[in-house]
C-alpha cells in the first residue's frame, strides 16, 4: 500500500523529469529525450498535432526550446496527483517566446530500471487576455 510520503516522492520526481523535458540540454538530445519517453507515447500539441514517440524524438532536437541561445520554456504552477500505483499526472502552464499553454501529462513507472516515463502529453494554448 502507498503511503502519502511514497505518493509525494513519485510526484516530486515525475516534476523533476518533467523540468528535464522542458530544458535544452534534453531537448536538443535524443538519446536524453529517449530516456524519458514511454514507449507508447503520445501527444497532442498546443498546435493540434498529434506526435508518437518516434515523430518526437526525431523533431524535438530542432523544435523552440532546444536551443541554449533561443527561447526557453518557463512552467509554473505545476502540481501532481497520483492516479494509482506507477501513474502520475501533472498539470501546468508554459511560456514559450510570449505563447501561453496549459499543459497536462499522464507519466507511468513500469519497473525500477527505466524508472518514470512520459506517457502522455496535451498542450493547449492560453489565448491573450
Not at 503511503?3 to 518533467?18: G, H, K, L, M
Not at 523535458?21 to 498529434?50: C, I, K, M, N, Q
Request: charged share 30%; hydrophobic share 40%.
Amino acid at each position: 500500500m502507498e503511503t502519502d510520503r511514497d505518493r509525494e516522492s513519485s510526484v516530486a520526481e515525475v516534476i523533476e523529469r518533467e523540468l528535464l523535458l522542458l530544458s535544452p540540454a534534453v531537448r536538443s538530445s535524443r538519446e536524453s529525450t529517449d530516456r524519458l519517453l514511454d514507449p507508447e507515447f503520445v501527444e497532442v500539441g498546443a498546435s493540434g498535432r498529434r506526435w508518437d514517440r518516434r515523430s518526437m524524438l526525431a523533431a524535438m532536437p530542432v523544435m523552440q526550446g532546444a536551443a541554449d541561445d533561443g527561447p526557453r520554456y518557463v512552467a509554473t504552477g505545476m502540481t501532481g496527483a497520483v492516479l494509482a500505483p506507477g501513474i502520475v499526472h501533472l498539470t501546468f502552464e508554459t511560456v514559450l517566446d510570449g505563447r501561453r499553454a496549459r499543459r497536462s501529462s499522464i507519466w507511468r513507472k513500469l519497473d525500477e530500471e527505466t524508472g518514470w516515463r512520459m506517457y502522455y502529453h496535451h498542450a493547449t494554448p492560453v489565448p491573450d487576455a
